[in-house]
């Protein structure tokens, strides 16, 4: 169990923390002149059973609350410090606010410095507390009157403590590894070691982790959990890890740094949350206020962007947005604490919901309704919740990642849902929603049909944009290929069409085509054009002209540049150069295809656009590569 110590300036905590284990926490030589605490401070002291009890001692002056919230992150139990002859004073009450809303409500109090005043005086601070305590988290807690001086009523407290911590249920091992850093240093042999909490997950020597936000990999040389040399590290122990890495140095990491596993390293500098003003501000919090955000052991500065209304009121909750000026790490769950602009006062705290929101339609109702979803802290209702309201579907990945789930851990796979696998991520539908979506598809085909009758119809990235345009590209892939596996629509060519629709050419035509199609046969990936066709055929060039745009429309030929059209069969066979080549030279250029199909510069490069054109590749640099989404040529021709 970590136990966080928290109180206004002088009141005891060091000497309290120092009398439950006989060590002095303040380690700086300036916190020994000055007789207060700067920094956070460490003590560990062995339990009946065999394990240790951890203190953080966190410091009281109003100037140094960014160090008490950095202690604060991640302790177990809470001990407030009041001394009897002040009694709650301005830092036991914002500190008492701080650790309501990081949802510490498993404490202690200690009513320190008994021996400086009258039985009455401590009796009526005890009620003073009791009254302070009421409607927050810690308002049943026990209150211990005692002495660091003379040990009055130390050893009850302590008694207390090690009761407490052996009931302590253990913390699951679920989740990949993080931790929060607190102190950075080197010794001498050794390295660089971090000191920490550990919010999630499970550490063990030889381990390779991520710095983040920073992206450093790093390897676990040595680990001590709970100040024992130890293998492994889990959940709710304080570690220090050894760390080592090829480009890694001390000053690569720092407080507020966090290390973690790599699945899990998703640096942002925004993401929503729900959050809480204090009852105590005068004045309501409004939108793009600065304020200074304290998450995990970082500050940094950021702006609030609501989500709801255009102001919060004092003790009023709402959704929000934060948005910093650098990088921070955070996870659905992980409790943050905003101070205002100058960090002369906390003006409230909250809940991380989303690590990866929207850049827009943040406030429309669909996704306010998802931000209330990610409020439910059991994975799999929450999942139900959002799929339900999530009509471009749920992506699974992103949700496992969001809420720390382990892959091996996505026991959802049980819940009734349409799931779709593309390269990158796993989406999930409702069937209903899945069904819906593919009604969508063949109702725009039919209208397309309608408007369109002497046209086969769109090609897939055409037939995207215009019936389900906020659907992820690689999921109306798989969409569309169940419509097709399953005969509710067809494909001529690149042309995607119902299964009964017919685009035909006149008995003149015909005969007109018979006649073009050995010319652009003759020289397959140099066919002539329009002007050439129709000098060569003595035919009219305008008529030359709307013929091959009807023929098009049936899907025998494409337009690939200006009145330059390619049989169907000479665009299948660029098609499979171009996925060979691609596949064996990771993409292609426009030199090196053009000496592949023999043709001018020009000529390569226009074939090589339209196949962007078609979205069968798209451009990187000077590369033409096949896009990710296309597993089989017949997907496209």
């Known amino acids: ?381 929450a999942l139900t919740l959002a799929i339900t309201g999530a009509a471009s579907g749920m992506d699974l990945t992103r949700f496992a990642q969001n809420r720390n789930i382990r892959r091996e851990e996505a026991l959802w796979r049980s819940t009734p849902m349409h799931i779709v696998t593309t390269p990158s991520a796993d989406f999930a539908f409702t069937p209903a929603c899945w069904s819906q979506l593919k009604l969508r598809v063949l109702t725009r085909l039919s209208l397309e049909h309608e408007e369109n009758a002497d046209f086969m119809g769109p090609d897939r990235t055409r037939l995207h944009r215009m019936a389900l345009p906020e659907l992820a590209r690689p999921v109306f892939t798989v969409l569309l290929d169940e419509l097709l596996l399953a005969g509710r629509v067809s494909q001529s060519g690149s042309w995607i069409h119902l299964p009964d629709h017919r685009v035909t050419l006149t008995t003149a035509e015909e005969k007109q085509w018979q006649m073009i199609l050995p010319l652009l046969q003759a020289d397959p990936f140099q066919p002539p054009r329009v002007r050439d066709i129709a000098r060569a055929l003595s035919m009219d060039e305008s008529k030359v002209r709307i013929l091959l745009r009807r023929v098009a429309r049936i899907g025998e030929v494409y337009l690939v540049a200006h009145d330059h059209y390619f049989t169907k069969q000479a665009i299948q066979q660029l098609s499979f150069i171009i996925k060979e080549m691609s596949e064996i030279h990771d993409g292609v250029s426009a030199s090196e295809f053009r000496d592949q199909v023999n043709t001018g510069r020009k000529l390569a490069i226009q074939i090589l656009e339209f196949f962007n054109r078609i979205a069968y590749t798209r451009r990187t640099g000077d590369k033409h590569r096949l896009r990710q989404e296309v597993t089989t040529i017949d997907t496209m021709f």
């Open 1 to 381: 169990m970590i136990i966080g110590t928290a109180g206004h300036i002088d009141h005891g905590k060091t000497s309290l923390v120092k009398a439950l284990t006989g060590v002095d926490a303040d380690r700086l030589k300036e916190e020994k002149a000055r007789g207060i605490t700067i920094d956070l401070g460490y003590a560990y002291t062995p339990l009946p059973g065999g394990d240790v009890l951890g203190f953080v001692d966190v410091p009281g002056h109003e100037k140094l609350i960014h160090n008490m919230l950095a202690g604060a992150t991640g302790i177990d139990y809470v001990l407030l410090v009041i001394a009897a002859d002040d009694g709650p004073m301005p830092q036991t009450r914002e500190h008492l606010s701080i650790l309501n809303l990081l949802g510490l409500h498993c404490g202690a109090v200690a009513l320190t410095k008994i021996d400086r005043v009258a039985p009455e005086r401590s009796a009526a601070v005890m009620d003073e507390i009791q009254s302070l305590l009421s409607g927050t988290g810690l308002g049943n807690s026990p209150i211990f009157p005692l002495s660091s001086i003379t040990g009055q009523g130390v050893a009850e407290l302590r008694a207390h403590l090690d009761k407490t911590a052996l009931e302590q249920p253990v913390k699951p091992n679920t989740g990949y590894f993080r931790l929060a850093v607190d102190r950075s240093f080197t010794i001498a042999g050794s390295g660089t070691v971090v000191t920490g909490t550990v919010f999630s997950g499970e550490v063990r020597v030889g381990d390779k982790l991520i710095v983040s936000p920073p992206g450093i990999e790093v390897r676990v040389r040595g680990i001590h959990a709970q100040n024992r040399a130890a293998e492994s590290g889990h959940a709710g122990q304080r570690c220090a890890l050894n760390l080592a890495g090829i480009h890694f140095e001390k000053g690569d990491v720092q407080r507020g740094d966090w290390v973690l596993a790599a699945p899990v390293h998703a640096p942002t500098q925004r993401f929503d949350a729900h959050f809480q003003l204090l009852s105590e501000e005068k004045k309501a919090l409004k939108h793009w206020t600065p304020v200074h955000l304290h998450i995990g052991t970082s500050d940094v500065m950021a702006r609030v962007s609501l989500l709801e209304g255009d102001a919060i009121e004092p003790a009023g909750m709402a959704l929000v947005q934060l948005v910093t000026d650098k990088p921070v790490c955070a996870l659905n769950g992980d409790r943050f604490i905003l101070r205002d602009q100058s960090a002369s006062r906390t003006l409230g705290g909250g809940m991380v919901l989303d690590a990866f929101p929207p850049a827009k339609n943040r406030r429309i109702p669909a996704r306010i309704a998802a931000l209330q979803a990610m409020q439910i802290r059991d994975h799999d209702q």
